[in-house]
Nanobody, 119 residues
Framework: QVQLVESGGGLVQAGDSLKLSCAAS????????MAWFRQGPGKERDLVAE????????TYADPVKGRFTISRNNIKNTVHLQMDSLKAEDTAVYYC????????????WGQGTQVTVSS
């Protein structure tokens, strides 16, 4: 059973940076295609960024392109999301997710970490 645990969320001001981390256990993260999702207040959960097994290529949702960077460390079994130039609309619960394929639904989910950006 794969467990994903997010950390690094918090309350920041617009324009600040924040780095989220996701620690995996139960399976080598190198075998998983990983992603970050987010769910804002009253909104559906949306894909933020994805990263392939080896780290490249990466893909991003349009609202975060140029501001967020997804990365992974297969040795430490972690995935990160560096968030720069944060905006109020980035306020959401951020979830780490993984799947063993590069298509289809994500099988494994973390519990989420809250990011609040004040304007």
């Amino acid at each position: 059973q794969v467990q994903l645990v997010e950390s690094g969320g918090g309350l920041v001001q617009a324009g600040d940076s924040l780095k989220l981390s996701c620690a995996a256990s139960g399976r080598a993260i190198s075998s998983l295609y990983m992603a970050w999702f987010r769910q804002g207040p009253g909104k559906e959960r949306d894909l933020v960024a994805e990263i392939t097994w080896g780290g490249l290529p990466t893909t991003y949702a349009d609202p975060v392109k140029g501001r967020f960077t997804i990365s992974r460390n297969n040795i430490k079994n972690t995935v990160h999301l560096q968030m720069d130039s944060l905006k109020a609309e980035d306020t959401a619960v951020y979830y780490c997710a993984g799947r063993p394929r590069n298509w289809g639904q994500y099988d494994y989910w973390g519990q989420g970490t809250q990011v609040t950006v004040s304007s």
